[in-house]
């Protein structure tokens, strides 16, 4: 924005203005300097000047008014600093609103879609910033600041296009915490083909969401309608925008951060924090075109990226090195003229659909009549799922970026070459007769095997030797079996001092269920892990976990104060670590300042304890097999804990190493030969502590790890660094 000057009379203009903390407007008398500011009707957001993290640079913006950690939602003079606190918002002549400096440069002034004589700025209740004519009250606005979004999508904001009057609204991150001048990261809603929001660093795409089918992004199965919020994409011939509003009191943003992942923050009052809720990208596999053409990504491989089933890669070499960005070709090719056929897949995230075409009305089975009449047509799915599906949507060309979701929401039908559907429909039959013999024999297995676990599951935990006591206190210590000293906790007293498991006292979620704050009657703190309730998973890594972490008791260890078992309620309660985990510090720019050399490695240190407590030392030889990040707490001195015992195995006698045909914990942390072959043992903990040592002296996720000269991880980037001899391994964390 060029920088004006104005004539204006600064000397009668400072003398009018008469500055109010309880207004919520700007007028010809009423205007915003130094640190005054005007807040909304309701007191949700105050508007006026501040100063972002260490820069002494001043601009005008918007911020919660209740929240006490100031949190900057939208920012006037973003590219124009002021260098000095002179900066004035007012109404100036003929009828605008101005950012003027006190030299009499205007630095900021919206662009009015009319004009008016009259005109005030009134801060709105939702965080909207809107110029309207003084006595226009029936919600015409002149200008908004919800249609010039900053880097934060607040409930009511619309993100994409009018087509109309081509005005396009979309999250631009800030270039620091220190800067809101825009950044290299944008997030839109792109209508081209079939709307889907878009994550860009400049010109280049890093993550998209998938197609809107109508419930939700087909990239964001996970992001399902809840209590919290609701969210649409509305396409119409005039516009297309994504939106969301709040269902609850809970307050929630979005934000495109400077590091260059679109962020859902949700404010916990009781701790007075941002709660991280979920990210965007999600995994590797959402790295825009990983696998190239044709690919197929899967982030529980290793590696991730595979071809659609009937197409191979298209240069073996570069495969094999771990170049993905060629893709795969159809082994068969298509023969369009001798009846090609369609295949369906199900449990993906749908293609980039900026070359496709689409139609509301249309039926599945008129969408496969177009695209087979259509030679570059090369799948179809239906448009919208909702009410068993209608609507079609075309692909020409290439399938770019598919990724395999953990569930089936919309199937997508692929073309094919007429021989392979053959192959396809014979093995299908024999496919299937097999699958049901098979579902026939494992499910009268399962049956049996239910029946019998029914029956003794409330014998099996009181066998452990747990029974249900209540004191003043509202536990006891009584146990059964002497060697698991494990206090009982009553359900009533666990769910008042959790606030009725409220979401405000939601601490985290773990592959067990969600973890909450508690705070018992005498004021002791507690963190309280709670079984989901059709979590079959979740029981046996509850049994594991008690029978595991009740027996040790090291400094390094997170300590289990108890459990309660009531009915369907299966709950574990440990000590409250105030510092959360490991990686909230070490992945997040500012909290990572906190963490200097001695504290990193202290922190190391503690683990490495932990870890041999587990393996050489403990009353059980321990192997942990999730060791990373999120599973070390922090206590208030940042003494590091290692938690999460859910899938811990425990070796007895000269047991070294053991196998499993079901391979879980986290990739990224395994070793090889844990993710490929199943064996476990202390060494493959050792390989996790590795991979972590890592992510901590670099701040760096070993999966999340960029590079713009190759696609390998942190820990390949770290071995390729050695062997080229440009590190000696003092050192490496200086060069990552
Ligand atoms: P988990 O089920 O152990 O993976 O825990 C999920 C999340 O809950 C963790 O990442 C922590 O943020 C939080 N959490 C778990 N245990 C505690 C605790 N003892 N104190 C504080 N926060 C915890």
Redesign the pocket.
């Known amino acids: 924005m060029e920088i004006l000057k104005i004539p204006l009379f600064f000397s009668s203009l400072f003398s009018i203005l008469i500055v109010s903390n309880t207004v919520d407007t700007i007028t010809k008398t009423h205007s915003i300097t130094g640190s005054n500011t005007i807040v909304s009707s309701g007191g949700s957001f105050e508007m006026g000047f501040f100063s972002p993290g260490s820069s002494r640079n001043q601009y005008l913006g918007i911020w919660y008014k209740n929240i006490s950690v100031r949190t900057v939602v939208w920012v006037a003079n973003r590219e124009i600093p002021l260098l000095d606190s002179a900066g004035v918002l007012t109404i100036i002549n003929p009828g605008s609103l101005a950012l003027v400096h006190g030299t009499g440069n205007v630095i900021w002034s919206p662009n009015m879609t009319g004009s008016t004589w009259d005109p005030v700025a009134q801060l709105m209740e939702s965080g909207n910033l809107v110029v309207r004519d003084a006595n226009d009250q029936s919600g015409h606005f002149l200008w908004q600041s919800f249609d010039y979004p900053c880097d934060t999508l607040l409930p009511g904001m619309k993100l994409g296009k009018n087509f109309v009057t081509g005005l396009e609204r979309h999250l631009s991150s800030w270039k620091s915490s220190d800067d809101p001048a825009p950044g290299e990261f944008t997030y839109r809603c792109d209508p081209q083909g079939y709307p889907q929001n878009i994550l860009s660093r400049g010109s280049v795409e890093l993550y998209r969401t998938g197609p809107w089918n109508g419930i939700g992004f087909s990239g964001r199965p996970n992001l399902k309608p809840n209590t919290i919020y609701k969210y649409e994409v509305v396409y119409t011939k005039e516009e297309v925008y994504y939106h969301y509003e709040l269902l609850s009191s809970v307050i929630s943003r979005v934000i495109m951060s400077h590091n260059g992942v679109l962020e859902r923050w949700t404010w916990i009052d009781e701790t007075r924090e941002w709660v991280l809720y979920s990210t965007g990208p999600a995994d590797n596999c959402d790295n825009y075109k990983l696998c190239g053409p044709n690919g197929d990504c899967n982030v529980g491989n290793l590696p991730p990226c595979g071809c659609l089933s009937k197409f191979v890669p298209r240069n073996q070499t570069e495969w094999g090195n771990g170049d993905w960005s060629y893709g795969c070709d159809r082994r068969t090719p298509l023969d369009c003229h001798n009846g090609d056929g369609f295949i369906k897949h199900s449990g993906y995230k749908l293609p980039d659909p900026r070359n496709s075409w689409f139609d509301r009305n249309m039926t599945l089975g008129e969408c496969e009549m177009v695209c087979l009449k259509n030679c570059s047509c090369m799948a179809y799915a239906n448009l919208d799922i909702r009410s068993g599906g209608s609507g079609c949507l075309l692909w020409f060309d290439e399938l770019i970026d598919m990724k395999e979701l953990n569930v089936n929401v919309q199937d997508i039908y692929i073309r094919m070459a007429s021989s392979e559907l053959v192959h396809s429909k014979k093995r299908e039959i024999v496919a299937v007769t097999l699958a049901l013999l098979v579902g026939l024999i494992l499910l009268s297995i399962s049956l049996i095997v239910y029946l019998r676990k029914r029956k003794r599951k409330n014998s099996q935990l009181n066998r452990e030797g747990i029974l249900m006591h209540k004191s003043e206190h509202g536990y006891t210590n009584k146990t059964q079996k002497e060697d698991l000293e494990l206090p009982l906790f009553d359900f009533t007293v666990i769910a008042d001092s959790t606030n009725n498991f409220s979401i405000n006292n939601k ?9 909450y ?1 508690g705070t018992l009657e005498g004021g002791q703190e ?2 309280v ?1 709670r079984i989901s309730k059709n979590s079959s998973q979740g029981l046996d890594e509850f049994k594991n976990e008690v029978i595991c972490i009740a027996k040790l008791q090291h400094r390094n260890l ?1 300590k289990l104060l108890g459990c309660c078992i009531q009915g369907e309620e299966t709950m574990l309660i ?8 490991l ?2 510090f070490i992945f997040d720019q500012s909290q990572s300042m906190l963490l200097d050399w001695s504290k990193r490695f202290h922190i190391i240190n503690g683990i490495a304890r932990g870890l041999l407590y587990l393996h050489q030392d403990s009353r059980l030889r321990i192997i942990h097999r999730d060791l990373k990040a ?2 070390i ?1 922090l206590d208030i001195d940042m003494n590091p ?1 290692i ?2 015992f ?1 899938i811990a195995r425990s070796f007895g006698g000269n047991e070294t190493e053991a196998s499993t045909n079901r391979v879980i914990g986290t990739y990224g942390y395994m070793s090889p030969e844990y993710a490929i072959d199943g064996l476990f043992s202390a060494k493959s903990d050792v390989f996790s502590f590795g991979v972590l040592v890592l992510e901590i002296v670099s701040g760096k996720k070993n999966r999340g790890f960029y590079h713009p000269g190759h696609r390998l991880n942190l820990l390949g980037h770290v071995s390729v660094l050695i062997r080229s001899n440009l590190i000696c391994v003092r050192k490496s964390y200086a060069l990552i």
């Open positions: 601490l985290g979620e773990g592959g067990f269920g969600p973890v704050k507690i963190a892990k997170v440990y000590e409250y670590m105030p510092n959360k985990s990686d909230y999120s599973n707490l804990k938690s999460d859910g």
